[in-house]
């Protein structure tokens, strides 16, 4: 499949899709066949008795639903080097590493070429659909990817984070290449050692190319806004560079000097222009179109724990629409974009029933807290063609991977229905709550506290550059902890209004009820010093991760420790709540 896609058939693409959406029931079923079929002399398979069935319903009464802890075994022994059919047919010979936010260190998840395959079908298809909307002609992108280090496991098996696998992958450039993802920088710079000095060069590679780029892309939001503040800060230099033609001291890099050395000349014009530009903006509202005049779009993922840089990539980007990109995970991928016009704040994304066997866990109220009983029994998952619009559910995934049942831990709502296959919304991760009584707190809860509390601090033009949470429970009762890295000064009287702002917008029947009877804490408002934020991101690439599968932790639990220790050793100022 992957040697098909150097030429690109944009109406055979979304032909393809149709079709196999409209028949989203059967494929689902074939798709499981194959699944089974493909690994049934896995180890793992063998074991649950399922004796070569492939029909659904054997398969869900044979194999349980799993989460990563239950894997973990399995996985560990693929690592250390067994290499008989563990959880899939073939070998497992390249490992992906998950981004580590969530838990405090990165999981092991088995990679194949079948995952890889299902990869370059999401972004076609998504490609196809926005291509559609936003058409694109012979140029180039300005991407900010940065790939980390490939290690060997103990077994000798190919590790690294998933952005790592695809781009080394010579059959997934050739595909990249045919969807019109061009990077302006040399592969040098992308897997360059040192993320700073990539960063710079990505930044210098897109001006030297700015007429020719047509769209911004990163693997997060995060990644983009983070290079546009870097650029604020680097401009002149930049400019210098473009100007004498010589490569700033700071990359220092062999193999990536000489790379981006090849793209420099002197081009004094260019550099008066860049440099004229840039100080003709007002507080870098524009930047973005200012400096890429061709540019279509932003691309990059954009919901979730995400959404809270919208407001500053918009600032960057004017009219510049932000197209949210597709929904996956480091286990495998779930849905494409397909209604690419859609801000990110409402983007959906339809699930390609040929990836893999797709089941959803409807989420009650309160099912967490619930005393396990007869009669409150976990519901039964529901088929994909089954959902309800407007319920919410969990994702359970069966891929070709490894993953059989596999709880992703991620809350989606059914939004409606492409053909027969459902169009979701990311809600938040379930694992993601801040809870110390009857409360269930969500990163989206979070995020829209934040959000409140926010336009009082606007009122002193200063903004919240980035936060996170946590459950202090070394007093009586626990409370909750909001730790903010602001943007500038901000006076006390506004940031004692925040911090009562914050405990009033978390709105959670359960945690209103217990403030009211002293059974949570006040909330504490702990602001940060400038960078914190940073430290954490170079923490995370300290551990091996790569800066374009970063994702600020939103709540920052017990294994998370060292970023706590991060955390409460750069607070400035505390505030504590008197909204009860």
Known sequence: MLEKMAEFNQEKVIDEFEATTKAAERVQIETLKKILEENGSAEYLQNLGLNGRTDPESFKNCVPLVTHKELEPFIQRIADGD??????????????????????????????????????????????????????????????????????????????????????????????????????????????????????????????????????????????????????LVWEELCTDIREGVLSSRVTDPSVRVAVSKLLKPNPELADLISNKCSGLSNWYRLVPELFPNAKYIYGIMTGSMEPYLKKLRHYAGELPLLSADYGASEGWIGANVNPKLPPELATFSILPNIGFFEFLPLRENI????????????????????????????????????????????????????????????????????????????????????????VLGEEKVEVVDFTSHVDSSTEPGHYVVFWEIS????????????????????????????????????????????????????????GGAVSQFKTPRCVGPANNLVLQILCGNVVESYFSGAF
């Open 83 to 232: 290499s008989s059919p563990i959880l899939t047919g073939k070998p497992i010979t390249t490992i992906s590493l998950s981004s580590g936010t969530t838990q405090g260190k990165p999981k092991f998840v088995p990679f194949n070429d079948e995952l890889m395959e299902s990869t370059m079908q999401i972004y076609r298809t998504s490609f196809a659909f926005r291509n559609k909307e936003f058409p694109l002609g012979n140029g180039k992108s300005l991407q900010f990817i940065y790939s980390s280090k490939q290690f060997k496991t103990k077994g000798g098996l190919a590790a690294g984070t998933a952005t790592t696998n695809l781009f080394r992958n010579s059959q997934v450039k050739a595909s990249m290449k045919a969807i019109q993802f061009q990077p302006c920088s040399p592969d040098e710079v992308i897997f360059g050692p040192d993320f700073h000095q990539s960063l710079y060069c990505h930044l210098l590679c897109g001006l030297i190319f700015r007429d020719e780029v047509e769209f911004i892309f990163s693997t997060f939001a995060h990644s983009i806004m983070h290079a546009f503040k870097t650029f604020e």
């Open 368 to 455: 967490e807290y619930q005393e396990p009983d007869f009669l409150c029994m976990e519901p039964k998952p529901v088929g994909l063609t089954e959902v309800k619009i407007g319920e919410d559910y969990e994702i359970i995934v069966t891929n070709f991977a490894g993953f059989y049942r596999y709880r992703l831990g991620d809350v989606v709502k059914v939004m409606g229905f492409h053909n027969s296959t459902p169009e979701l919304k990311f809600v938040c991760r379930r694992n993601l709550l801040l809870t110390i009584n009857i409360d269930k707190t969500t990163e989206k809860d979070l995020q829209l506290a934040v959000e409140e509390a926010g336009k």
């Open 488 to 543: 500038g000064e901000a006076s006390v009287e506004v940031l004692k209004e925040c911090c009562n702002c914050l405990d009033r917008s978390f709105l959670d029947a359960g945690y209103v009820s217990s403030r009211k009877v002293k059974a949570i804490g006040a909330l504490e408002l702990r602001v940060v010093r400038r960078g914190t934020f940073q430290k954490i991101l170079d923490h995370y690439l300290g551990l």
